[in-house]
């Protein structure tokens, strides 16, 4: 259930945890290479040589699973259509109905006020900064 007191960008972004601000738009899912398959992917066999696969963001625990085609080949038709994603529960949703919206944008801006403290101190090391 929606938090009846979120009414306007300003509400949702202060309440929305820093996890979610960094991956508002763009999860860190770990790509595949190597000879290995990375942390926080997982495949389960399903039927006819379809197979499950659940990748899980490391940044905000976020998963995608969708579905191969037989085989475990990926079509991007089968993955379109079977694709969903499971948010962790801590995880505010903006509706759109609202008329709301939070942009990625917005969401790295409020990162960075958290944040410029230490930028500004890693600028400094470049040379002079106002403070």
Request: charged share 25%; glycine share 6%.
């Amino acid at each position: 259930m929606q938090d009846p007191n979120l009414r306007t960008k300003r509400d949702y972004l202060a309440r929305m945890d820093e996890r979610q601000l960094a991956c508002r738009f763009r999860h860190s899912f770990p790509p595949l290479l190597g000879d290995k398959l990375p942390k926080g992917f997982d495949v389960a066999p399903m039927r006819a040589g379809v197979m499950l696969v659940t990748e899980t963001c490391p940044v905000c625990t976020t998963q995608i699973i969708y579905e191969t085609a037989p085989g475990g080949h990926l079509d991007y038709d089968v993955r379109t259509r079977t694709l969903r994603y499971v948010y962790p529960e801590w995880w505010i949703h903006v509706p759109r109905k609202d008329g709301v919206t939070v942009t990625m944008a917005d969401a790295r801006a409020v990162l960075w006020e958290g944040q410029i403290k230490l930028i500004k101190a890693a600028a400094r090391k470049h040379g002079s900064v106002a403070a």
